[in-house]
């Protein structure tokens, strides 16, 4: 039952996810998190870094898609100047903004990538709805309260798959 959270993949950082290396698995699309994953939560604005990724990936046609469970203020003023396709209010980790992010992309599930900070959000929303699934460490320790308490449960998951030998990387 628990496998439902457990990521296909771990990288510290989005940035560690290259073009050329989805581009040679296939990979068409980025359905991302926001808070935390691409800025950290209290950060409004794209950083220099998510601007040249997000370019990285519109040079080798790569669609990328934010999905968030934040809200339309936001996520919209966020996404817009990056000109990026985004789903607010996503009600992560129920499968209808995935699902709905893959069909504005016109992408097959096997071709498209599900990047997050959250076990309990965007990995169990991820796996549920048949995508691949990568977890990055969060930006920043801190998180907005609701987030608060999913970690504590996340840390609990993260020791159970860690006692099993199902994950190797180190504790945040
Ligand atoms: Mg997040």
């Known amino acids: 039952m628990l ?6 993949e771990h990288v510290k950082s989005v940035f560690e996810i290259k ?5 040679e698995k296939g990979i068409k699309g980025i359905i991302t998190d926001l808070d935390n994953t691409l800025v950290a939560w209290n950060v409004k604005n794209a950083t220099p870094e998510v601007v040249s990724w997000f370019k990285s990936m519109q040079d ?21 100047p990056l000109g990026t396709p985004y789903v607010f209010s996503a009600r992560k980790p129920l ?20 990047i997050g900070d959250q076990l309990l959000t965007d990995v169990l929303g991820g796996n549920s709805a048949g995508f691949y699934t990568v977890l990055v460490v969060p930006i920043v320790q801190t998180d907005e309260k609701i987030t608060q308490f999913n970690r504590r449960i996340e840390r609990k998951i993260m020791n159970y798959f860690r006692r099993k030998g199902k994950i190797s990387w180190e504790d945040k």
């Open 60 to 80: 080798h046609g790569i669609k990328v898609t934010i999905i968030s469970n934040n809200k339309e203020e936001r996520v919209k003023m966020f996404s817009e």
């Open 19 to 23: 073009a050329e290396l989805l581009k």
């Open 95 to 114: 499968k209808r903004a995935f699902k709905v992010a893959a069909k504005q992309m016109e992408l097959k599930k096997e071709e498209i990538v599900v």
């Open 3 to 8: 496998s439902k959270f457990l990521p296909n």
